[in-house]
């Protein structure tokens, strides 16, 4: 079995929503914590989101009210629903366990948040 396999990404507009979700390994991360992370290009790859033994859930400042963190045991996988995703949020996102077991880090799954069309407003003189 692939310790880690996340998917759900995709190409959305701003103000969309997305929900990613991960298979994990049970025989390796059976009782752990498991976090979602991202990384951007050129960027560091950063926890957004933390869910614990009981089901407590913490969140980075950026991401906290838009995303949600939630753990199926019995499917061995975990979700992370985004919504009013912003340009910002473009990144890879993979999970892992909190701490990461470093040499079990999957593909990760691509989020790409574009702007919307716009509105043109016309002022007249």
């Known amino acids: 079995q692939v310790p880690l396999v996340e998917s759900g990404g995709g190409l959305v507009q701003a103000g969309g929503s997305l929900t990613l979700s991960c298979v994990y390994s049970?025989?390796?991360?059976?009782?752990?914590?498991m976090g979602w992370y991202r990384q951007a290009p050129g960027k560091q790859r950063d926890l957004v989101a933390l869910?614990?033994?009981?089901?407590?859930?913490s969140y980075a400042d950026s991401v906290k009210g838009r995303f949600t963190i939630s753990r199926d045991s019995a499917k061995n996988t975990v979700y992370l629903q985004m919504n009013s995703l912003e340009p910002e949020d473009t990144a890879v996102y993979y999970c892992?366990?909190?701490?990461?077991?470093?040499?079990?880090w999957g593909q990760g799954t691509q989020v790409t948040v574009s702007w919307g069309q716009g509105t043109q407003v016309t002022v007249p003189s």
């Open positions: 892992n366990s909190n701490p990461p077991l470093r040499p079990y």
């Open positions: 869910i614990r033994h009981g089901g407590t859930t």
């Open positions: 049970a025989k390796i991360f059976r009782g752990n914590f």
